[in-house]
């Protein structure tokens, strides 16, 4: 059954990545989307834990960079890192449905915007669009406004575990 659920969350990472990639990719606000991907990939985490996370962002990030021009690895290093720290909130807190969304999409999304931007050093990629632009920023900001809706539609569908802490 659990493996049926992650397989399930692959499936729909894929499909939200490909729909995100072709037909939503001019929809937005002033040039800026929120990441769905990122979105999905925490709320996901924290529902089936590290391990399993690493594996849905690595996938998901691999997937992401196929389609895109992404340099290949790039997202499914961010998705893999993102998705162990955040799967490490499973059993652990309380998920209600407005204020731990958003600060785990606040938290989220910084870490994404730290993580490209070290990853802009290391390997001196050079892009149009700094990691701590405004563009990042009002990104953020549209990631958390979207969470709660995104946790509803989880809980609502059953796709998320309707027991959530288990631990301190």
């Given amino acids: 059954m659990r493996t049926r659920k992650s397989f399930l969350y692959a499936i729909i990472l894929l499909v939200v990545i490909f729909i995100d990639t072709t037909f939503f990719k001019n929809v937005g606000w002033a040039g800026v989307r929120p990441d769905f991907v990122l979105v999905l990939l925490v709320f996901m985490a924290h529902?089936?834990?590290?391990?399993?996370?690493?594996?849905?962002?690595?996938?998901?990030?691999?997937?992401?960079?196929?389609?895109?021009?992404?340099?290949?690895?790039?997202?499914?290093?961010?998705?893999?890192?993102?998705?162990?720290?955040?799967?490490?909130?499973?059993?652990?807190?309380?998920?209600?449905?407005?204020?731990?969304?958003?600060?785990?999409?606040?938290?989220?999304?910084?870490?994404?915007?730290?993580?490209?931007?070290?990853?802009?050093?290391?390997?001196?990629?050079?892009s149009e669009v700094s990691s701590f632009s405004a563009v990042s920023w009002l990104e953020l900001v549209m990631n958390m406004i979207l969470s709660p809706f995104v946790f509803g539609i989880l809980k609502v569908t059953g796709l998320m575990n309707g027991k959530q802490r288990e631990g301190f």
């Fill in 47 to 126: 529902s089936t834990g590290s391990f399993k996370a690493i594996l849905l962002g690595f996938i998901a990030g691999l997937f992401l960079d196929a389609l895109t021009l992404a340099p290949f690895g790039y997202f499914g290093l961010i998705y893999s890192v993102t998705g162990y720290l955040f799967g490490k909130s499973k059993g652990k807190v309380f998920l209600d449905p407005l204020f731990f969304p958003l600060l785990l999409l606040f938290f989220a999304s910084l870490f994404k915007m730290v993580l490209s931007a070290l990853l802009d050093v290391v390997f001196l990629a050079s």
